[in-house]
C-alpha cells in the first residue's frame, strides 16, 4: 500500500461521492439555519450542493448529491417533518428541484 493514500486505490474512486455527501451536509445545515428567518429557502443550498458537485466531478457524484439531497429536502423540510413520507402537496416541489438538478448535472457534465 502507498503511504500516500491511507485507503488504497479504492480511495480515488471514493472521493467525489465524498465530497459530495460534504457539499450535502453543509447545504442542509445552512439550510437548517435560515429555514427560521427565510421559509422556502431550504431548496437553493441544496440546488448549490448539486452544482457544486456536477463542477467539481462526474455525472455519477452529481446525481448522488442529486439523490442526497432530495432525501435531505423529504426528511427534514417537507412535510410530515422526520419522516420519508411525502405528501401529496410536496410533490411538485420535490419533482421539481429533481427535475432541475438532474439538467443541471446533464448540462454541467458535457
Same mark, same amino acid.
Given at each position: =500500500?502507498?503511504? &500516500?493514500?491511507?485507503?488504497?486505490?479504492?480511495?480515488?474512486?471514493? %472521493? @467525489?461521492?465524498?465530497?459530495?455527501?460534504?457539499?450535502?451536509?453543509?447545504?442542509?445545515? &445552512?439550510?437548517?439555519?435560515?429555514?427560521?428567518?427565510? @421559509?422556502?429557502?431550504?431548496?437553493?443550498?441544496?440546488?448549490?450542493?448539486? $452544482?457544486?458537485?456536477?463542477?467539481?466531478? &462526474?455525472?455519477? @457524484? +452529481?446525481?448522488? +448529491?442529486?439523490? $442526497?439531497?432530495?432525501?435531505? =429536502?423529504?426528511?427534514?423540510?417537507?412535510?410530515?417533518?422526520?419522516?420519508?413520507?411525502?405528501? %401529496?402537496?410536496?410533490?411538485? $416541489?420535490?419533482?421539481?428541484?429533481?427535475?432541475?438538478? &438532474? =439538467? !443541471?448535472?446533464? $448540462? !454541467?457534465?458535457?
Amino acid at each position: =500500500m502507498n503511504d &500516500l493514500q491511507p485507503f488504497g486505490h479504492g480511495w480515488s474512486v471514493l %472521493r @467525489p461521492y465524498a465530497w459530495c455527501l460534504v457539499s450535502v451536509g453543509a447545504a442542509l445545515a &445552512l439550510a437548517q439555519l435560515l429555514q427560521s428567518s427565510v @421559509p422556502g429557502f431550504f431548496v437553493f443550498p441544496f440546488l448549490a450542493a448539486v $452544482l457544486v458537485s456536477a463542477q467539481w466531478s &462526474l455525472k455519477g @457524484p +452529481a446525481v448522488f +448529491a442529486t439523490l $442526497l439531497s432530495a432525501l435531505a =429536502m423529504t426528511y427534514f423540510f417537507l412535510p410530515p417533518v422526520h419522516s420519508l413520507a411525502i405528501e %401529496r402537496a410536496s410533490l411538485p $416541489l420535490l419533482f421539481l428541484f429533481v427535475g432541475c438538478a &438532474l =439538467m !443541471m448535472t446533464s $448540462l !454541467m457534465s458535457e
